[in-house]
């Protein structure tokens, strides 16, 4: 249903690959809200080709640019602010790749060029979008901008390996870049810490399915979806968080301020009664 609440917006929203994506579901609410946008993603993904469909249901463009190329990020919003026809109001920052995690490599046995690749792809391509779109006042005052993290940047897990890092530096990146931009142009940055969702990102995690289905039981009302995600993310995008900035907002059922719920006890005097 619409409520027109991104009426007259314009933005950008990256990392849309398939219809799991957090940023394609990011797409269908923000067009249902009445935005106008571009969507981008890195030319090795566009030759998957399915962000076409999008872009045909978002009756928009794409702009091919890989976030870790300051040069790709000038020319997708000099390309989308002709076809906008004006400065921006949202961007969404939907990226994360770490070339350890997608081959397996053991936390003590990380490719030092790899953990670089990590970091530039999932954190610092965040800086850059932010400093290119400064540095061509792209932005609109009370612009927000989004990126997503993951609660691994706080607290510990066995599995998330090099991203973790890269989820700690990204929401450094809003609390640093919120402070200056908001003095600045008092444009807004945040990231949503999201529950493990079923994405190509998500999967690529050793482990994935079982994490996902431990989360939801640790969650007093599941694991979010990425419907849901992208509802969170419009809500932010709208003038009615106009006062939310260098926030990380956990966007997870509940899981972050969970100890132990009694599904997880179950599960374990299950286990223990059957051994
Ligand atoms: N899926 C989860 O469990 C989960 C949980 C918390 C946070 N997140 C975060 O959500 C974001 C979106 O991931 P997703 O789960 O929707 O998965 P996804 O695989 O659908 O999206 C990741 C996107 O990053 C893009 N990308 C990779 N390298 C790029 C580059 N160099 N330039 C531009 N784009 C590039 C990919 O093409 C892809 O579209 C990521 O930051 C991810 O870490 C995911």
Redesign the pocket.
């Known amino acids: 249903m619409s409520e027109n609440l991104l009426k007259g917006k314009r933005g950008i929203i990256?990392?849309?690959?398939?219809e799991?994506?957090?940023?394609?579901q990011t797409a269908l609410k923000a067009k249902e809200q009445g935005a106008t946008f571009v969507l981008?993603?890195?030319p090795?993904?566009m030759r998957m080709g399915a962000i076409k469909e999008l872009a045909e249901a978002c009756d928009t463009i794409i702009v091919p640019?890989?976030?870790?190329s300051v040069a790709d990020i000038e020319k997708l919003y000099d390309e989308a602010r002709e076809y906008l026809g004006g400065n921006f109001d949202f961007l969404l920052?939907?990226?994360?790749?770490s070339p350890n995690v997608r081959k397996g490599k053991a936390y003590g046995d990380l490719n030092y060029e790899w953990v670089q690749k990590s970091y530039d792809?999932?954190a610092i391509?965040f800086h850059k979008m932010l400093q290119v779109a400064e540095q061509k006042d792209i932005l609109n005052e009370w612009a927000s901008v989004v990126?997503?993290?993951?609660i691994a940047a706080q607290r510990a897990f066995p599995f998330y390996s090099d991203?973790s890092e890269a989820?700690a530096i990204?929401e450094s990146i809003a609390r640093n870049y919120g402070l200056r931009y908001g003095k600045l142009k008092k444009v807004r940055v945040n990231t949503i810490?999201?529950?493990?969702?079923?994405?190509?990102?998500?999967?690529?995690?050793g482990g994935?399915d079982d994490f996902?289905d431990f989360a939801d039981i640790a969650s007093p009302l599941g694991n979010a979806s990425?419907e849901d995600c992208a509802a969170y993310i419009v809500s932010l995008f709208s003038d009615f968080t106009r006062m939310v900035t260098m926030q990380n907002l956990f966007h997870d059922g509940g899981y972050s301020s969970t100890g132990i719920t009694q599904e997880l006890i179950d599960v374990f005097v299950d286990r223990k009664t059957n051994n």
């Open positions: 990256t990392g849309a690959l398939d799991n994506s957090i940023a394609w981008t993603n890195a090795i993904a640019a890989d976030a870790t920052h939907s990226i994360g790749m792809v999932s391509s990126g997503l993290s993951y991203m989820k990204l810490s999201q529950s493990p969702t079923k994405t190509t990102a998500g999967s690529g995690i994935f996902f990425a």
